[in-house]
């Protein structure tokens, strides 16, 4: 007579050979072959529908879509009502210096490069149109000072727009200083270099850079 347990075991023990890679075991364990979780196959399916657009909307170089760029706008609208809150600042050789060593500032600078400089000079400064900016060779420029000249009166016949119409002065010093502290970060890639090489700019007067400070701390 046949033992309904014994069967029912036999049968258990047929399924789960059925399903089993292997007979081998380690410490009471085996592997099977059992079909993944439908919901978890789904997952990785949308997963990998969905990340093509998104790599393409954040990352195809488009100003403005990351996630650093949106901080760097952000930062900068910031930084903004803090300089406008400073009054006009004056557009000369001292100012320019000094501010060219206020990283802070130069946050600024990069964003109103980006908004308005990219088309030319590329997205790093590297060049395309016009001469990459991470060299230590100019056209126009000579002197430091030289930068804001060119900023807010063009060059080389309208090929560099005049800006003194289009972007406030503070907005002029402060893009003119991020120009500035592009010199020198060229990694080889880019634009050939144009022009003269020309002497390094002028280190920042450590009084005039206390005093950025200060500022920038009471706005």
């Known amino acids: 007579m046949n033992d309904p347990n014994n069967q029912l075991s036999d049968s258990d023990e047929t399924s789960d050979t059925e399903v089993q890679l292997n007979e081998d075991s380690f410490d009471?364990?085996?592997?099977?072959?059992?079909?993944?979780?439908?919901?978890?196959?789904?997952?990785v399916a949308a997963c990998l529908a969905f990340a093509p657009p998104y790599f393409w909307?954040?990352?195809?170089?488009?100003?403005?879509?990351s996630l650093a760029d949106r901080h760097d706008q952000q930062l900068a609208e910031n930084l903004k009502l803090q300089f406008s809150q400073m009054g006009e600042l004056k557009a000369d050789r001292a100012t320019l210096i000094r501010f060219t060593y206020e990283d802070?500032?130069?946050?600024?600078?990069?964003?109103?490069?980006?908004?308005?400089?990219?088309?030319?000079?590329g997205r790093?400064?590297?060049?395309q149109v016009g001469p990459n900016l991470r060299d230590d060779h100019y056209k126009n420029i000579r002197d430091i000072a030289d930068i804001l000249n060119v900023l807010?009166?063009?060059?080389n016949a309208g090929a560099m727009p005049a800006w003194k119409s289009k972007l406030s002065t503070n907005e002029i010093i402060l893009v003119?200083?991020?120009?500035?502290s592009l010199r020198g970060?060229?990694?080889?890639?880019g634009k050939p270099a144009?022009?003269?090489?020309?002497?390094?700019?002028?280190?920042?007067?450590?009084?005039?850079?206390?005093?950025?400070?200060?500022g920038a701390a009471g706005s």
């Open 28 to 43: 009471g364990i085996h592997q099977y072959s059992r079909p993944l979780p439908k919901w978890w196959i789904w997952g």
């Open 57 to 65: 909307f954040y990352h195809n170089g488009t100003e403005g879509r």
């Open 104 to 121: 802070s500032w130069l946050r600024v600078g990069r964003s109103i490069f980006k908004t308005n400089c990219v088309s030319c000079h």
């Open 124 to 127: 790093d400064g590297a060049g």
């Open 152 to 155: 807010q009166n063009g060059a």
């Open 176 to 180: 003119s200083a991020y120009v500035a």
């Open 185 to 189: 970060t060229s990694d080889g890639s």
């Open 194 to 214: 144009e022009g003269q090489e020309i002497p390094p700019w002028p280190k920042a007067d450590p009084e005039t850079a206390s005093a950025a400070d200060s």
